[in-house]
């Protein structure tokens, strides 16, 4: 778990990065692009990104108010999109193991 901080208008507001706040950030976005696509689909979808929304606001210390809750979301959103980022270019970046080192091994002594 993170602990991230956020500053909105000179309040400081913390959050810890959980697996359940990672995915409701995920549903939020997912619900967002599914109103774009269909803007008629708000309707349907609004009590939940509501939902959602709250969620992730419980979990901010301290409670944001009404003013500040969009901007928290945005950097919410903005946060976990950058960890999630950083936890691919690590994937990405990672050495050949020893195991996969013996199985390119085998590989090039059978030819």
Do not use: C, W
């Not at 997912?30 to 696509?37: F, I, K, M, P, V």
């Not at 960890?83 to 270019?89: A, F, G, I, Q």
């Amino acid at each position: 778990m993170i602990t991230k901080e956020i500053e909105i208008d000179g309040e400081k507001f913390r959050l810890v990065l959980t697996d359940q706040i990672i995915n409701q950030v995920n549903n939020l976005k997912s619900l967002y692009n599914a109103t774009y696509d269909d803007p008629e689909s708000f309707e349907q979808v609004s009590a939940e990104i509501s939902s959602i929304i709250q969620e992730i606001s419980n979990a901010v210390e301290p409670k944001p108010g009404g003013s500040h809750l969009d901007n928290l979301i945005q950097q919410v959103i903005k946060i976990v999109d950058d960890k999630k980022e950083e936890v691919d270019k690590q994937s990405n970046e990672k050495p050949v193991t020893k195991k996969n080192a013996k199985k390119n091994k085998k590989t090039k002594s059978k030819k």
